[in-house]
């Protein structure tokens, strides 16, 4: 199992105990996952984030083989193909964009340039609904959350588009996956970190409406406790237990 | 026998809840307490869930109704349900009578939702009850209140702590420390009232969550709980191992212990614990 949502570094808005890539691998044992695939979370508070995209490259080059870099792509930001290039040179397999965060339009068409280059080059293109629950955020932390029109646009863009979407509800979920054509659906995958289980069982609906290849692994971490996803997984009804996720190596050719 | 696991803070619904499926939401708590060990939910209703009077402003005839349907589940269930009486503290000599209804049928303990100020001078003779009973109160709880939200009147730990202070006799609980919220701000406003203990429920699994709960109150003030997510209870009850502070005696109090303390619950081997320092 692939965790494809995980981050490394500190947090503006409260501490987060020891975000750094020798915690997330004792995690990432402890878990049993195989590997991670790890954003830079100052970044996307970042007006550039080329410096830390640096910064994360440097910082688990010596853990290549497990942790693989998924850099920050600007796509309102001058040369941003370069980054791209730069991630593609690097092996990510997926990079991560914040649209909310950027104060980019749902339908922006920059962001659309960036899934269709994404596309082109075998890469994913990583969206965070939220970092936080609402309830909770900074008073300076004022982006709110992703929309899910922005999702729908993005995946309407191009056939060669694939998208995860971090944190989503079951509700902006659904909202997506219904409000898109079967081959539009097939280029969105979804992580499952802030996905409810029993009682009101929103995986098991999910798994059973949306189907479980639409799912990846994701944590969230450090944000969130990585024991999260696996309890969810192992909370599902029996009839659920062996509901395979889809491989985030092969989302091009699934 | 199987370590106990004591689920401080569930709720179940019902059929005047008006959603076809609520059996199959009652069927899930029950198959995913039983996959992860819990012995005892300790559940309360909250009158009609909204479908005839608001969640968190139930009226006093759905309040008596869902309590009936509470009443019924532990009569069918024995020792794995137990009850917490929820009342509207609007309808003071009502919810007296409510308690002490259901008192006598066996409820362990009171629920207040957000019908009023936790600090607001109605909730006192409410508390002065609760003492005289002995029974908890488990007390909604939005961690730091910053300003109103819809649908409840909410309360954070500044104005529980305010409310405990006036009842030293009665035992609090705040509602899910990951429900939503500063957590943090909570355990500052608590951690000096000792007759205030925390419970864990909440979708909320914030990473350092638990390692400041247990710096802030210790191992002896905190029940576990689930609400209504119970995947994120369980990942919280595996996160506790690993927070470094818990021995295997904490983490037993924080599992179960302290719940059967609080609630006076008769289970196995309960011993009352000597209360610790907390980090300064």
Same mark, same amino acid.
């Given at each position: 199992?692939?965790?494809?949502?995980?981050?490394?570094?500190?947090?503006?808005?409260?501490?987060?105990?020891?975000?750094?890539?020798?915690?997330?691998?004792?995690?990432?044992?402890?878990?049993?996952?195989?590997?991670?695939?790890?954003?830079?979370?100052?970044?996307?508070?970042?007006?550039?984030?080329?410096?830390?995209?640096?910064?994360?490259?440097?910082?688990?080059?010596?853990?290549?083989?497990?942790?693989?870099?998924?850099?920050?792509?600007?796509?309102?930001?001058?040369?941003?193909?370069?980054?791209?290039?730069?991630?593609?040179?690097?092996?990510?397999?997926?990079?991560?964009?914040?649209?909310?965060?950027?104060?980019?339009?749902?339908?922006?068409?920059?962001?659309?340039?960036?899934?269709?280059?994404?596309?082109?080059?075998?890469?994913?293109?990583?969206?965070?609904?939220?970092?936080?629950?609402?309830?909770?955020?900074?008073?300076?932390?004022?982006?709110?959350?992703?929309?899910?029109?922005?999702?729908?646009?993005?995946?309407?863009?191009?056939?060669?588009?694939?998208?995860?979407?971090?944190?989503?509800?079951?509700?902006?979920?659904?909202?997506?996956?219904?409000?898109?054509?079967?081959?539009?659906?097939?280029?969105?995958?979804?992580?499952?970190?802030?996905?409810?289980?029993?009682?009101?069982?929103?995986?098991?609906?999910?798994?059973?409406?949306?189907?479980?290849?639409?799912?990846?692994?994701?944590?969230?971490?450090?944000?969130?406790?990585?024991?999260?996803?696996?309890?969810?997984?192992?909370?599902?009804?029996?009839?659920?237990?062996?509901?395979?996720?889809?491989?985030?190596?092969?989302?091009?050719?699934? | 026998?199987?370590?106990?696991?004591?689920?401080?803070?569930?709720?179940?619904?019902?059929?005047?809840?008006?959603?076809?499926?609520?059996?199959?939401?009652? #069927?899930? =708590?029950?198959?995913?307490?039983?996959?992860?060990?819990?012995? *005892?939910?300790? $559940?309360?209703? +909250? !009158?009609?869930?909204?479908?005839?009077?608001?969640?968190?402003?139930?009226?006093?005839?759905?309040?008596?109704?869902?309590?009936?349907?509470?009443?019924?589940?532990?009569?069918?269930?024995?020792?794995?349900?137990?009850?917490?009486?929820?009342?509207?503290?609007?309808?003071?000599?009502?919810?007296?009578?409510?308690?002490?209804?259901?008192?006598?049928?066996?409820?362990?303990?009171?629920?207040?939702? #957000?019908? =009023?100020?936790?600090?607001?001078?109605?909730?006192?003779?409410? *508390?002065?009850? $609760?003492?005289? +009973? !002995?029974?908890?109160?488990?007390?909604?709880?939005?961690?730091?209140?910053?300003?109103?939200?819809?649908?409840?009147?909410?309360?954070?730990?500044?104005?529980?702590?305010?409310?405990?202070?006036?009842?030293?006799?009665?035992?609090?609980?705040?509602?899910?420390?990951?429900?939503?919220?500063?957590?943090?701000?909570?355990?500052?406003?608590?951690?000096?009232?000792?007759?205030?203990?925390?419970?864990?429920?909440?979708?909320?699994?914030?990473?350092?969550?638990?390692?400041?709960?247990?710096?802030?109150?210790?191992?002896?003030?905190?029940?576990?709980?689930?609400?209504?997510?119970?995947?994120?209870?369980?990942?919280?009850?595996?996160?506790?191992?690993?927070?470094?502070?818990?021995?295997?005696?904490?983490?037993?109090?924080?599992?179960?212990?302290?719940?059967?303390?609080?609630?006076?619950?008769?289970?196995?081997?309960?011993?009352?614990?000597?209360?610790?320092?907390?980090?300064?």
């Amino acid at each position: 199992m692939i965790d494809t949502n995980a981050l490394i570094g500190p947090y503006p808005f409260r501490y987060v105990p020891h975000p750094d890539p020798d915690v997330l691998l004792r995690v990432l044992d402890r878990e049993e996952l195989e590997a991670a695939w790890v954003g830079h979370l100052p970044s996307a508070f970042h007006r550039d984030p080329t410096e830390g995209n640096a910064e994360l490259y440097t910082a688990i080059a010596t853990h290549a083989k497990r942790l693989l870099p998924v850099p920050t792509i600007r796509p309102d930001w001058p040369h941003w193909e370069r980054g791209l290039e730069a991630a593609d040179a690097a092996g990510a397999p997926a990079v991560r964009a914040y649209p909310a965060h950027w104060q980019l339009a749902p339908d922006d068409p920059r962001m659309k340039e960036l899934a269709i280059a994404c596309g082109e080059a075998g890469t994913a293109l990583i969206l965070t609904v939220r970092f936080e629950d609402v309830r909770q955020r900074h008073p300076l932390d004022v982006a709110g959350d992703l929309q899910p029109s922005a999702v729908r646009a993005l995946a309407r863009a191009g056939n060669g588009v694939r998208l995860i979407v971090t944190a989503a509800g079951k509700d902006f979920i659904e909202e997506v996956h219904w409000g898109l054509t079967p081959p539009e659906q097939k280029r969105v995958f979804w992580d499952f970190s802030w996905v409810w289980g029993p009682p009101e069982d929103h995986l098991a609906k999910l798994f059973t409406t949306v189907g479980s290849g639409r799912f990846v692994y994701g944590t969230h971490w450090p944000l969130r406790l990585a024991q999260n996803p696996a309890a969810n997984l192992e909370l599902l009804p029996q009839a659920l237990s062996r509901a395979k996720l889809a491989d985030p190596r092969r989302l091009f050719t699934g | 026998m199987k370590e106990p696991l004591i689920d401080a803070h569930a709720h179940f619904l019902w059929d005047g809840c008006g959603r076809a499926d609520w059996r199959e939401v009652n #069927a899930a =708590r029950f198959r995913a307490g039983e996959r992860m060990g819990i012995t *005892c939910h300790v $559940a309360s209703m +909250l !009158g009609t869930f909204g479908f005839t009077s608001p969640t968190y402003f139930p009226s006093p005839a759905d309040l008596t109704a869902g309590n009936d349907a509470m009443l019924a589940l532990c009569r069918k269930h024995g020792t794995l349900v137990r009850m917490l009486v929820t009342v509207n503290p609007n309808h003071t000599t009502r919810a007296r009578n409510e308690i002490k209804r259901c008192a006598a049928k066996g409820a362990v303990g009171i629920k207040l939702a #957000a019908s =009023r100020r936790a600090d607001d001078p109605l909730l006192d003779p409410i *508390c002065t009850l $609760a003492a005289k +009973l !002995g029974l908890p109160i488990l007390h909604h709880i939005w961690q730091h209140r910053r300003r109103e939200w819809p649908n409840q009147e909410i309360s954070d730990g500044a104005d529980l702590a305010r409310l405990a202070e006036r009842h030293p006799k009665a035992t609090f609980i705040l509602a899910h420390i990951g429900g939503g919220g500063d957590y943090m701000h909570s355990y500052a406003a608590i951690r000096d009232v000792p007759n205030i203990v925390a419970d864990t429920s909440g979708s909320g699994v914030d990473r350092g969550m638990l390692d400041e709960a247990v710096a802030a109150l210790g191992s002896q003030r905190l029940l576990w709980g689930s609400d209504i997510t119970m995947e994120t209870g369980l990942a919280k009850l595996r996160a506790l191992a690993n927070t470094g502070l818990s021995s295997d005696e904490d983490l037993k109090d924080i599992r179960w212990r302290n719940a059967a303390r609080v609630f006076r619950l008769k289970t196995p081997n309960v011993r009352k614990p000597k209360p610790k320092a907390a980090r300064s």
